[in-house]
């Protein structure tokens, strides 16, 4: 009888760790990486538009074909599989440099925010965070001073269709 319980606790012990590789896992949707593993297009977007700045995390977002990168000054992007920005936000209660959405918008799209004066300086100052919509343009969140958040929404050629 001994020796039948012991096979029983040995056949039981040795299925055991077989029995949990049949269990289904969550598929992996986000891994992280290392930045040279960034498509090349996120490399040089990255290096032009923060020639000093280190990346503090890259994640591929698989689950959304994206990858996401955090630099150690706070800013956030996403990239889609290609390395084409899709999307830019500011470090929390900042905003980008007037020169960096010189650098990341059409010409006429900054010309556009240039023109439309609401304070002082052209909200080209005060943007937060850019979206970039392929073939369709951009939805830019600006903060004027002493005013709430807001979103003006541009096409690719200037043409401005909302803001809320």
Request: glycine content about 4%.
């Amino acid at each position: 009888m001994k020796k039948l319980l012991l096979l029983s606790i040995a056949f039981f012990t040795l299925t055991l760790p077989a029995q949990k590789t049949w269990q289904t896992t969550e598929p992996v949707e986000q891994i992280s990486i290392r930045s040279n593993q960034l498509p090349i297009e996120a490399q040089t977007f990255i290096n032009t538009l923060f020639p000093s700045i280190a990346i503090k995390s890259a994640i591929r977002d698989i689950a959304d074909d994206e990858y996401d990168v955090t630099m150690t000054n706070g800013y956030e992007m996403i990239f889609d599989n290609e390395g084409y920005w899709l999307e830019i936000d500011a470090p929390d209660n900042a905003m980008f440099p007037c020169g960096i959405i010189e650098q990341i918008v059409e010409t006429d799209v900054f010309i556009s925010l240039l023109e439309n004066e609401i304070a002082a300086d052209p909200i080209a100052c005060y943007v937060k965070s850019v979206a970039y919509i392929p073939d369709y343009g951009y939805v830019i969140l600006y903060s004027l001073p002493n005013r709430e958040e807001e979103n003006i929404i541009i096409d690719t050629d200037g043409n401005i269709w909302g803001w809320h």
